[in-house]
């Protein structure tokens, strides 16, 4: 009966250290502690992975194309074009202009209109414009006349001779009768003035006139060219 009681009290404190053992063992597992700095570099590198993720999606620029201007030189061909000169106090000039012309041609309405040459005598005649007796841009009424004297000094080395004249050349010839042709009265030599006479009538018709004349030796070669305007109103 005793040894009953002692297995039953042996069975008992085993039963009882088993549930203590086992109380022991199961204990709850703690929380995990929360690491600020863990959270905010994984939030970081989040970050920069979107944005590498954009960054690669972007689409490329696509380069322009580089524009490259083309020279291009016309050829040319050069054509003369004589030009007189026709103004007080100024010789003839035997200059040529050259007017540059493109090589595939040009219209006949792009070309000035020639004007009449005069003829160049030899080196020997030369003039130069002294005076005149009347101003150029006098007044005159219509149909009223007068007696113009240009006066021309010989700077060459020939003498000019009765035969020598001055010649109506360009412009509106209101000279009396219609006169084309006056000569020289008297001889002149070199370094001396001539007086050449001119009688002219001024228009009927109100407006600007212009008349040129040229001084020619005997074989008609001009050298010297001279111009009178007038007014007529």
Known sequence: MLNRKKIFAQCAFIIIFTVVLSACGTRATPEPTIDVNQIATNAVQTIEARATETALAKPTDTPQPTYTPVSFTPTTASLPISLPTASSGNSISSSVATLAVPAGGVT????????????????????VWADQSIADGTHYSPGESDDLIWYITNIGTTTWTTSYSLRFFTGTNFAKAGNTRYYLTQTTAPQQTASI????????????YKMSWVLSNENDSNFYIVDFTIVVD
């Open 108 to 127: 006949s309405a792009a070309l000035p209109v020639a004007q009449p040459t005069a003829t160049l005598a030899s080196v020997g005649d030369k003039a």
């Open 197 to 208: 006479t001119i009688d002219f009538v001024a228009p009927t018709t109100p407006g600007e």
